[in-house]
């Protein structure tokens, strides 16, 4: 756990490149200004692009600060903050909570497939090649996938044969669908230390994979909606998250004017005073 005084440190560091970035949402207003006249929206998508890297900053200081707001979750419910007149709704993600590719067990992500609403044998197959994609040798698991499938499917490539480098990875296991992928997608990861989900912080498809029914996850989203934990699960509120080897996504959306800007970055906690964040990948459209 990093000091308080290295958590304020970092913290002030966090805070001075927002103040930056207020100043170049500033310049880049006036700019704006005169571009709506012209009909140009490129002044507009980098006005909201500040906008959203702000929004992203205010998020990454806001695991920095020890006495966080609890209305800061970490399950990806997106909180609302205006910055220099812009609506910016940024959400944080703890990695932990999510159902990790290479750590989770056959049970585990079976558990996810049927949450997303596949039946029973259906969610079994696309376990089953999840976990083949990710071990070495061409044995397969009962209605698994190797290379062999992947080639009488049709498909140029097989599977890794290793660990999964990327939740969108998981995109070309057989199988696969857009529609299934995109709801899935926001409760894996790739950069979890544990074999399943830490509950405080899960989103409700990771809690549903871990084996909790709709009723219990449903009195778990609503007591975090109203700043509280489930007392029945034992969960307690997240602490300060400055903690090396944390890994969190922080993502912002901000629209007008017809144009919409995401940004999102996944950053790890170092715990070292002087370069107390890393940031590991970042996405924007």
């Excluded at 207020?22 to 571009?35: I, K, P, T, W």
């Excluded at 703890?94 to 044998?121: H, P, Q, W, Y």
């Excluded at 509120?237 to 090396?244: E, N, T």
Aim: charged content about 15%.
């Amino acid at each position: 756990m990093v000091s308080r005084r290295q958590s304020g440190f970092a913290l002030v560091l966090v805070l001075v490149g927002v103040a930056l970035l207020g100043l170049m949402v500033e310049s880049v207003l006036l700019l704006s200004n005169r571009a709506v006249e012209s009909g140009s929206s490129a002044v507009l998508r980098a006005r909201l692009g500040c906008a959203a890297q702000a929004g992203m900053a205010l998020g990454i200081a806001s695991l920095l600060d020890t006495h966080r707001d609890p209305a800061w979750r970490l399950d990806g419910a997106p909180f609302a903050v205006v910055f220099e007149g812009v609506p910016v709704a940024v959400s944080i993600s703890d990695e932990a909570g999510k159902v990790d590719l290479n750590g989770g067990n056959l049970a585990l992500i079976t558990g996810l497939f049927a949450a997303a609403g596949l039946d029973g044998t259906a969610a079994q197959t696309m376990a089953a090649r999840v976990l083949d994609w990710r071990e070495p040798g061409p044995l397969k698991r009962l209605n698994g996938a190797k290379a062999a499938d992947y080639r009488a499917a049709g498909l140029d490539y097989g599977p890794r044969g290793g660990p999964f480098q990327s939740v969108s990875e998981l995109a070309l296991v057989l199988g696969m669908t857009p529609e299934l992928f995109a709801r899935v997608a926001p409760a894996v990861t790739v950069y979890s230390v544990f074999p399943a989900p830490e509950l405080q912080s899960a989103p409700a498809l990771a809690l549903r994979a871990a084996g909790l029914d709709a009723a219990t996850v449903e009195g778990i989203m609503a007591a975090r909606a109203r700043g509280q934990v489930s007392p029945s699960l034992g969960l307690a509120p997240a602490g300060p998250a400055g903690v090396a080897g944390t890994v969190f996504t922080v993502s912002a959306t901000v629209s007008a004017a017809g144009e919409i800007v995401r940004r999102s970055e996944i950053v790890r906690f170092t715990g070292a005073a002087g370069d107390p964040v890393w940031v590991v990948s970042i996405t924007g459209s």
